[in-house]
């Protein structure tokens, strides 16, 4: 049946999706691991554990996903990191 309930819900969570971004931190030299897990923490809301395992891929792997959302959400965050001394991005 077209125009159904379940279809609707479907395009709108695939609209949503695309719209959604990630905002990258990067691995540097020159910061802490606790600054880094203070500044998750602080910007964006991660637990302690969470900001821990964030800064410990980042280290490792050279960079991770540390928030989902739109551009508009992530645009704050990634300003005060960086306002911070952190390298982030924000994904296209």
């Given at each position: 049946?077209?125009?159904?309930?379940?279809?609707?819900?479907?395009?709108?969570?695939?609209?949503?999706?695309?719209?959604?971004?990630?905002?990258?931190?990067?691995?540097?030299?020159?910061?802490?691991?606790?600054?880094?897990?203070?500044?998750?923490?602080?910007?964006?809301?991660?637990?302690?554990?969470q900001a821990?395992?964030?800064?410990m891929i980042?280290?490792?792997?050279?960079?991770?996903?540390?928030?989902?959302?739109?551009?508009?959400?992530?645009?704050?965050?990634?300003?005060?990191?960086?306002?911070?001394?952190?390298?982030?991005?924000?994904?296209?």
């Open positions: 049946m077209r125009g159904s309930t379940k279809e609707l819900k479907k395009e709108e969570t695939s609209a949503e999706s695309q719209d959604l971004r990630v905002l990258i931190l990067y691995n540097d030299d020159h910061n802490t691991f606790e600054h880094v897990i203070e500044c998750l923490i602080i910007v964006c809301g991660h637990t302690a554990e821990e395992q964030s800064a980042t280290h490792y792997k050279g960079k991770c996903d540390v928030q989902e959302g739109s551009f508009e959400e992530l645009k704050p965050m990634k300003d005060s990191l960086i306002d911070a001394g952190l390298s982030v991005v924000i994904s296209e």
